[in-house]
């Protein structure tokens, strides 16, 4: 924290099928965050899992060709494993006879990695160990958020709204006996229905089937993406609804947007390529078409805004997300379908409508992850016995646990 600046280091990149998604999302938080108050260090994670850092990933330029790391100015680099550091290491530079290790000291991790191994609980793992503040939400909320199947046991639990589904893994699925149980309990349950893959975003793997035919088919297909595939009921005639949450304990809501879609659902190419030919031009839900405020009644608005703070603390959900439901504004049904706990660009977008600038959610971000961090060393994790002495006493033997 020199010159009483916070350095902040952003993660992103990472081994994920949203690896593109992120690198955006990534240089949109980077440009967002106050200079005057942060130091930022880029940390890209290659799509085979090496960590890089240098000023040329401040560019969204430095992504176009095949290999980042030959760009000059970036260098490969690992987060130290020991409490001890709390930041980077990097190769020594060698300069004539001189070798400098190089040592870069993080305050904060900002992570803008989407889906696995990055808002999934992985990298939260991880900066738990090392003992860095990170944003955003922590290894629990991530892991539940980050499957579909978990996500609904944990709020039917908690008494919130969700769709009824059919639940199996892979494995039961190539066992023909099993796949015959799992497509009578579906047709039981009634088509049309979405099948999805329990642990991906970005639409990959989701499909609306209206048949057996199409469910086995697809269902084949989701099973490709994840180790536990669900089938939903369709909502059908259903609107989409998002609300966006802020906070450790209390938890704000964001004013509510009904995401538009000429099709039954947004696919990958709709959601982050409309408006530029082949190039990611808009990031995250940008270039769709969306309404703002949710053109719903104040009453309802209210319930989802309640519901999703709600669902949050079911979770256990601390720093941010987007959460998002489907809606059947006529009959008063709302479902909460998921959350999102890095959404791309972090729904800057809904937080700017609810009066609320991009620079101060990065701060409030911030200063939440310093809050749950401050918080967590008020746990004890140590706990001082006579257990060492006694058996160095006595000797191994003869030790009960
Ligand atoms: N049960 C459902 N009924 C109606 N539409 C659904 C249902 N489940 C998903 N959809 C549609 O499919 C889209 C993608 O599903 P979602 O669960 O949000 O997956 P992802 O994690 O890929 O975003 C949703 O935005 C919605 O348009
Ligand atoms: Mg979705």
Redesign the pocket.
């Known amino acids: 924290m020199m010159n009483g600046k916070t350095t902040v280091g952003v993660i992103f990149g990472s081994r994920s099928v949203e690896h593109d998604v992120s690198i955006v999302t990534a240089q949109q938080v980077m440009r967002t965050l106050n200079p005057s108050r942060y130091d930022i260090v880029p940390i890209y994670i290659t799509r085979d899992g090496r960590w890089l850092t240098g000023e040329p990933l401040h560019d969204i330029k430095t992504f176009q060709g095949e290999d980042v790391l030959t760009v000059k100015g970036v260098q490969e680099t690992h987060l130290s494993s020991s409490t001890g550091h709390k930041g980077l290491m990097s190769p020594p530079l060698v300069r004539g006879f001189f070798k400098r290790q190089q040592f870069q000291k993080i305050d904060v991790i900002f992570p803008t990695v989407h889906g696995s191994h990055g808002e999934d609980g992985t990298l939260q793992g991880l900066l738990e160990m090392v003992d860095l503040p990170y944003v955003g939400t922590g290894v629990m909320a991530s892991a539940i958020a980050n499957n ?1 199947v978990l996500t609904k046991a944990v709020l039917r639990d908690a008494g919130i709204p969700v ?1 009824e589904a059919v639940a199996f893994t892979r494995h039961e699925w190539l066992q023909d006996e099993h796949r015959e149980r799992i497509l009578n309990e579906i047709e039981a349950m009634g088509y049309p ?2 099948v ?1 893959p329990s642990d ?5 793997g ?1 499909a ?1 089937v209206d048949d057996r035919e199409r469910a086995l088919l697809h269902i084949d297909i989701a099973a490709n993406f994840s180790r536990q595939v669900l089938v ?5 005639g ?1 609107i ?1 609804i998002n609300c966006a949450v802020m906070g450790n304990h209390e938890i704000q809501t964001s004013v509510l947007e009904q ?1 538009l ?1 000429a099709e ?3 696919s990958y190419e709709e959601k982050y390529m409309r408006g530029g030919e082949g190039g990611v031009k808009q990031a995250g839900m940008k270039g769709a078409d969306r309404i703002i405020p949710a053109p719903i009644s104040e009453e309802l608005t209210a319930t989802i805004q309640d519901i999703a703070r709600r669902g949050f603390m079911a979770i256990g959900g601390q720093g941010t997300a987007r959460i ?1 439901f ?1 809606v059947k504004p006529d009959e008063n049904e709302v ?1 909460l ?2 959350f ?1 706990t890095m959404p791309g660009s972090l729904a800057f977008y809904l937080w700017e409508a609810t009066g609320m600038n991009g620079a101060a959610v990065c701060d409030e971000l911030v200063r939440l992850a310093k809050e749950r961090y401050e918080e967590k060393r008020r746990t004890t994790f140590d706990f001082k016995n006579p257990l060492i002495e006694h058996v160095a006493r006595r000797g191994l033997s003869g030790i009960k646990k």
């Open positions: 579909k769709v229905a979405f999805k991906l975003g970005s639409s990959i989701i609306r939903e009921k369709a909502v059908v259903c989409e995401p879609s039954a659902f947004l998002d489907l479902y379908n998921e999102n």
